[in-house]
């Protein structure tokens, strides 16, 4: 069974920057494609980036382009997300998820994932 877990939220300043990380066990991943999502109160689940486990295709979602850097450590079995320039907006718990397949244009849909780790908080203020 594949397991995910989060870890590298907490509260930072609007500016700064922060890296996640997803520690993914129990299946061989080269197959996979690792996605970041982030959930804020109130709202739905949306994404913000996703890597092939080989690492030589990535997307990200517009607001976060140029911010955020997704790498996997492949040695690790972890996937990374580093993000800098930091806003309130970014404010929301932090999802790793997981699925089989291709890296494709519809990385981003939330309900292809099969796989979720319980998610970490990032609190960011202005």
């Known amino acids: 069974q594949v397991h995910l877990v989060e870890s590298g939220g907490g509260l930072a300043q609007a500016g700064g920057s922060l890296r996640l990380s997803c520690v993914a066990s129990?299946?061989?991943?080269?197959?996979?494609?690792m996605g970041w999502f982030r959930q804020a109160a109130g709202k739905e689940r949306e994404p913000v980036a996703a890597?092939?486990?080989?690492?030589?295709?990535?997307g990200y979602v517009a607001s976060v382009k140029g911010r955020a850097s997704i790498s996997v450590d492949n040695a690790k079995n972890t996937v990374y997300l580093q993000m800098k320039s930091l806003k309130p907006e970014d404010t929301a718990v932090y999802y790793c998820?997981?699925?089989?397949?291709?890296?494709?244009?519809?990385?981003?849909?939330?309900?292809?994932?099969?796989?979720w780790g319980q998610g970490t908080q990032v609190t960011v203020s202005s």
């Open positions: 998820a997981a699925r089989k397949g291709m890296f494709g244009t519809a990385w981003h849909v939330p309900t292809d994932y099969d796989y």
């Open positions: 129990g299946g061989s991943f080269s197959t996979y494609i």
């Open positions: 890597i092939n486990w080989s690492g030589d295709s990535t």
